[in-house]
């Protein structure tokens, strides 16, 4: 399974940002320009790195575990 790479609906370049909740992506420079403040989007990466560690855990790698975070919420 390959994680497809959103395009701006502005302008077609590689978003990187999306509204929460709907299907509307954003480069980083459309997203400032359109909202003023891209902390009101989703950055895509984060997104992405949530489907790979998903991943990353059925296959269960031994090479490598990150387990030293601060996960007490
Ligand atoms: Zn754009």
């Not at 940002?17 to 299907?23: F, R, V």
């Not at 009101?40 to 575990?65: C, G, H, W």
Request: proline share 1%; hydrophobic share 30%; charged share 35%.
């Amino acid at each position: 399974m390959r994680i497809m790479s959103k395009k701006c609906i502005i302008c077609n370049a590689e978003a990187g940002y999306m509204i929460k909740d709907t299907s509307d992506y954003y480069c980083g420079e459309c997203a400032e320009e359109h909202f003023g403040d891209i902390t009101l989007l989703v950055k895509m990466e984060a997104e992405a790195q949530k489907l790979k560690e998903l991943f990353r855990d059925q296959i269960a790698s031994p090479d490598e575990n990150e387990g030293g975070r601060d996960g007490s919420n």
